[in-house]
């Protein structure tokens, strides 16, 4: 499911980054195998859609500045946390064909369901692969969108060293590169108190959300879960035939739990390049879907 390969411009990142609150993980591209994590102290980063995520943006730079090298422009991809953006399915029954237009489109569905300004936020779309009964006319598209000023304090570190950030997305549109397509597919991946879950069928996503909790406990993240597969009962006429999950170290009885109530298979991500976890699924999925 490599939704990323083919959507940045030549060249091609030389680095990859992962932010979190927790810390960096970062690797070379050409070298896949040597991806490393740098953990923050607290407060580095707070992550929100709405307000300044890097609170500490010159020990956030000074990281930076110990794993790359000085010599050199370098090109990165980044990371960013799931939270401080919103992703979204719409449906349209026309989509315009000129570029600023769709944009324009996209902003007005979304206004009402993203808790920032979306005339001062970044959007970008894919229309997305539908298989169409007869007479439906139906147009998929997946949108993703953030504050403009959120993206800026998360890039100003880095093209402080000349490191040009060229390519964008979050953990977990990047991590969906660490599996194939399945018939229809939930990877849910916890991050601190922070739940996503992304529901593709096929190649296609169906529903994504984020949402914070409470708290990390059982009761909280069934609570997320179970509404989430009675939508795919209900929306996609089906039952999920895979979850992954991501972040559910501490959590281990869940996956047999619903492996039984569900009936589905219930396993945790893997990589060639790692053992993806919260803070670093994003980056080994985008490896996986550059490498050879």
Known sequence: MSFLANLFQDPPPTHVFELSEKGLAFA??????????????????????VQDNVQQPGVLQERIRGVVTPNG??????????YCARVAVLDFDAFPEQHEERLALLRF????????????AVVSYCIQPHKREPGDTKIEVLAAIIAAEIVARYEAPFRGLGVHPGFITTSSLAALN??????????????????????????AIKLARCIELDSDSPEEIDSVL??????????????????WL???????????????????????????????????????GYLESVAG
Not at 229 to 234: G, Q
């Open 28 to 49: 070379e591209v050409a070298q896949p195998n040597l991806a490393r994590f740098m953990p923050f102290d607290p407060g580095v980063l707070q992550v929100s859609p």
């Open 226 to 243: 179970h509404p989430t597969v009675a939508y795919i009962e209900d929306e996609l006429k089906t039952t999920p035939k895979r979850i």
């Open 109 to 120: 569905r979304m206004k009402k369901s993203v808790p920032f300004d979306v005339d001062a």
């Open 178 to 203: 660490l599996f194939n397509p399945e018939d229809v597919t939930v990877l849910v991946k916890l991050s601190g108190q922070v739940l996503s879950l992304v529901v593709s069928q096929g190649s």
């Open 246 to 284: 991501c972040g559910f170290e501490a959590h281990a009885e869940l996956a047999p739990r619903w492996q039984t109530e569900w009936k589905v298979s219930v396993d945790g991500l893997k990589s060639r390049f790692g053992v993806p976890g919260a803070t670093n699924a994003g980056l080994l």
């Open 73 to 82: 422009k370098r090109r990165a991809a980044l990371i960013l946390p799931d």
